[in-house]
């Protein structure tokens, strides 16, 4: 692979262990810069994680933190803590939370975390996983900040975009189309009515109180919606299209037959009826 295609500097560190050689990329990674993944798939052993807010505090990014002290750019998120139309009112930890993610700079593991806190109690936490198809280029985030604007722009995988208050975090217009916040009679949060309505296809998955797809979502028939325009939901289980790797830490990835496009499309086809292509 071309590194210098991507225009970033990267560096190649070797780490010695147990007589087993490990192998990481470890890049000065811009999430404000159109770039494609820098791999196909993702083998990331489950680390730390550090968070820290931009200057200009729009968003946060996050990073696995390596024991060499060296980090590696995983996500970007931000929160709607209210109190507006999405999230209605206002609480120490009430909030809809966007979580972008692009962990290891893979294809295979690029997606959207959705978690709404209606509350203060933590089990009425609702997540929802949301993965884009296409997926051409990796995550990204531009701020613009005007006389008449201030505003938060995402490009998904697709390169399509969804355009955030810069200070609020409502989704004004774009690909993405939220309803607000809300609550069953047990106080738990519904899940997060967050749509996909561009020209590809979604997939979705949702757990209350939990990673939608890890090892207790593959344990049970958990399944999950496959979505595009003009076509019907396809249901698949959550158990073909992610694992938990034992041997990475309990890290969950995304099924390896399927890290390419193309793989991806003849799933599409034969289970769906549909592809991410036309």
């Known amino acids: 692979m071309n590194f210098k295609n991507i225009g970033k500097k990267i560096l190649l560190v070797t780490l010695l262990s147990s007589n087993t050689i490990f192998a990481k990329i470890i890049t000065d990674f811009d999430e404000t810069k159109i770039q494609p993944p820098i791999t196909d798939s993702n083998e990331e052993t489950l680390q730390g994680t550090i968070c820290k807010t931009r200057n200009h505090l729009r968003w946060d990014y996050c990073a696995t933190k390596y024991q060499n002290g060296e980090e590696q750019t995983k996500s970007f998120k931000f929160s709607n803590y209210g109190e507006n139309k999405i999230v209605p009112k206002k609480g ?13 700079l893979a294809r ?97 998955a949702d757990r209350l109180n939990d990673y939608p797809v890890g090892l207790s979502a593959q344990n049970k028939d958990n399944l999950a919606t496959i979505r595009k325009k003009g076509f019907n939901d396809c249901k698949i289980p959550v158990k073909n299209l992610w694992y938990t790797d034992d041997t990475k830490g309990g890290n969950v990835f995304f099924n390896k037959k399927y890290v390419t496009d193309t793989e991806m499309d003849k799933l599409l086809k034969l289970k769906c009826h549909f592809s991410m292509f036309n």
């Open 108 to 204: 295979s593991d690029m997606g959207l975390l959705v978690w709404d806190m209606p509350d203060e109690v933590e089990s009425h936490g609702h997540l929802k996983l949301m993965m884009f198809f296409p997926r051409l280029i990796l995550p990204a985030i531009r701020y613009v900040s005007n006389a008449s604007e201030d505003i938060v722009i995402v490009t998904l995988p697709t390169k399509e975009e969804v355009i955030f208050n810069g200070k609020t975090k409502e989704i004004l217009s774009g690909v993405l189309v939220e309803g607000t916040m809300k609550q069953n009679k047990d106080g738990s949060a519904i899940n997060p009515e967050v749509l996909y309505t561009g020209t590809g296809v979604s997939i979705e």
């Open 92 to 104: 120490i930890t009430i909030s809809r939370e966007f979580e972008f993610m692009f962990e290891g």
